[in-house]
């Protein structure tokens, strides 16, 4: 059955190169040049929307909070002309399924609609069939770096394709792996983690490919590998840099032809497995040296880079907030001096040092305000002040304590901010980031709302 799909832009040119761009996809387009329109269809009937951003009666992102109240799991592509970071994280926040900028070609918008209608189809297909499935991993932060990323983890899933999840120690590289498994069709088979660097190196083959009976000295019975195992689902290789070289070209066959043979045994089966696989030290530098074979490297066709927490400081807030309830403090606030000093930690640990910090300040301090004080001692000796103002002149520290002042009048609504200062939203948000201003935090330690 084919797809239906609603176009609603004002400018009735567009309209007719998406109904053109679309019709020869084989999709089904009906078009309106009003939002309003739109909302008094009967919306059931779509199986997508693509909506401009920028119309005269109601803007496309008011659109979508309509769309979202009267149809929610109505798939929403947005386009604009007018592209930023602050409105394409507004749409994704708002629920939108990707955003895309004009101009753009008919293969490029056919590409992501039919992309759109796959995962549609695809988290359609385990609501229907998987109503006992626990919930997807999940990360915290909604960053532009995170957001990518997302998008990155969506848009290959679902391939068989094997991946390399690269990353620093503390960034959820193992999270990602069964995010990948969660988002796939695959979910409802095994997920089988394997650290390659917690298994002595004469273990490690036997477990990955399994033995016979009489194999070695202790085989007393046959035993089925990790890979057989995983039949059908996702096999995670853990620190795969930690292999011995012998076993990369046993994995390296495996990755070829899909073909396990046990240790001890003559017969071959085919296994049907999604390779993940995970390092911390960068593999091309690990290749260039001799210790990672290259046509191993090159055998995984996906690369995935989780961020590190200091490219995505603006998340810490919500991350703090989330390990606060997960830890059993929910009620326990952060003093805005405190998250000023956490969001300018350079966090070489990742979000798995933010845990840790957290965990023992709350286990330390009694009270239900943490402030600076009851933070460890390398945050507690970074000083009131200290937070990026070497580098600041007269001037600009004049300007940083205007923007706190307002920020904390405001409640941290940025928005609002913004406007009493005069400035936009983006340089606002750049000028918070520049002086290591706690984003999002109320003076009462709850985040804003507004504050996005």
């Not at 009003?34 to 008011?62: F, T």
């Not at 109240?69 to 939108?96: F, H, K, N, W």
């Not at 955003?99 to 695809?122: C, G, H, N, T, W």
Request: glycine content about 6%; charged content about 25%; aromatic content about 8%.
């Amino acid at each position: 059955m084919r797809a239906r799909i609603v176009v609603v832009d004002d400018d009735a040119v567009a309209c007719e190169f998406l109904q053109e761009a679309l019709c020869r996809a084989g999709f089904k387009v009906d078009t309106f040049t009003s939002a309003k329109a739109v909302l008094n269809s009967n919306l059931e009937q779509y199986d997508l929307l693509l909506s401009d951003i920028r119309m005269p009666e109601m803007d496309g992102l008011k659109f979508l909070q309509n769309i979202r109240q009267r149809r929610a799991d109505l798939p929403v592509i947005l386009m604009t002309a007018y592209g930023s970071l602050e409105t394409t994280m507004e749409a994704l926040q708002l629920g939108a399924w990707d955003y895309i900028s004009k101009p753009f070609s008919p293969e490029a918008i056919r590409e992501m609609v039919q992309k759109v209608l796959d995962v549609r189809q695809l988290r359609q297909h385990r609501v229907d069939n998987q109503p006992g499935m626990s919930e997807e991993p999940k990360f915290i932060g909604s960053s532009s770096a995170m957001v990518e990323f997302y998008k990155q983890l969506v848009r290959v899933a679902d391939s068989w394709a094997s991946a390399l999840i690269e990353g620093e120690s503390g960034t959820g590289k193992e999270l990602a792996a069964r995010a990948l498994h969660q988002l796939s069709s695959r979910r409802h088979k095994p997920f089988v983690p394997v650290h390659c660097g917690a298994i002595p190196d004469n273990l490690l083959e036997s477990e990955l490919f399994g033995y016979e009976k009489g194999a070695f000295t202790g085989a007393d019975c046959a035993h089925p590998g990790l890979l057989e195992t995983a039949q059908g689902g996702t096999i995670f290789l853990d620190e795969i840099t930690e292999m011995p070289p012998a076993l990369q070209g046993k994995l390296l066959r495996f990755l070829q032809n899909g073909e396990v043979r046990r240790l001890g045994g003559h017969d071959v089966k085919h296994v049907t497995v999604r390779v993940a696989a995970a390092a911390n030290r960068s593999v091309d530098e690990e290749a260039r040296h001799n210790r990672f074979r290259l046509d191993l490297f090159y055998r995984f066709v996906v690369r995935l880079r989780t961020p590190p927490l200091r490219e995505h400081k603006e998340d810490i807030p919500q991350l703090v907030d989330f390990f606060l309830k997960k830890g059993g403090y929910p009620t326990v606030r952060i003093a805005d001096e405190a998250m000023e000093r956490l969001i300018a930690h350079d966090w070489p640990g990742n979000v798995r040092e933010l845990e840790n910090v957290l965990q023992q300040t709350l286990l330390l301090s009694p009270f239900g305000i943490i402030f600076p004080e009851n933070l460890p001692a390398r945050f507690r000796d970074m000083g009131e002040n200290k937070i990026q103002q070497e580098a600041l002149t007269p001037l600009e520290a004049a300007e940083r304590d205007q923007i706190l002042s307002v920020l904390k009048t405001t409640l941290w609504n940025q928005s609002r901010a913004a406007q009493l200062l005069g400035i936009d939203r983006k340089t606002l948000r750049h000028k918070i980031q520049r002086y290591g201003l706690a984003s999002g935090i109320s003076p009462s330690g709850h985040g804003s709302k507004n504050g996005k």
